[in-house]
C-alpha cells in the first residue's frame, strides 16, 4: 500500500507541475502556436477551466507536502500558504489577461471559403474575421486551415499569389 501511496503522490506532483507550465506557456506563448479548438464555444471556455486547473494543481501542491510528522504550524502554514499562492492564476486572469486583447479572448468568425483543396479534404483556404471581447475593432485574415483531427485544427496566415498549376479548387 505504501508504494501505491507514493505512486500516486508523484503522479499527482508532476500532473500538476505540468498544469502549471501549461498555464505559463499558453497565456506567454499561445499566440504564435497555431493549434487551436475546432469548438469555439468551447475555446472561450478554455481559459477559464485553465485558470481553475492550475489554481487546484498549485493547492494540491502544498497539500500533498503537507506531513503528519510536521509540527501542527508546519502544516496549517502550508495549508494557508497554499490556499493564498492558489489565488495568483485568478488573479492573473481576471485581473489582466482578461482585459488584454491576446488570442484568448478573441471570438472567431469563419468566413467564406476561397479555397479547398483537392488533396486533403481537410485543408481549406479561409477568410477569419475575429474580434476582441472588450473591443469593437475587428480584424479581417485570411488563413489556411487544416484540421488535424475532430477536435483541433491548424490556422495559419496565408498570402494568396496566383498558380496555374495547383491542387487548390475555387469555392463559389
Known sequence: MNKFYRFTKRFLQVLSIAIIVWFSVYFLYGDQ????FTDRKFASYFPQILVFLTAASIYGLFILSIKSKR?????LLLFVGGLVLALIPFIAYHGYFQYQCGFWNEELKKGNVIYSS?????????????????KTESK?????????????ELINDVKLY?????NWLREK
Open 71 to 75: 509540527k501542527q504550524w508546519g502544516n
Open 33 to 36: 502556436i497555431s493549434l487551436t
Open 140 to 152: 479581417i485574415d485570411t488563413v489556411h486551415i487544416q484540421k488535424v483531427t475532430p477536435y483541433f
Open 118 to 134: 483537392e488533396v486533403n479534404s481537410n485543408e481549406k483556404i479561409q477568410i477569419l474575421e475575429s474580434h476582441c471581447k472588450n
Open 162 to 166: 496566383p498558380s496555374e498549376k495547383s
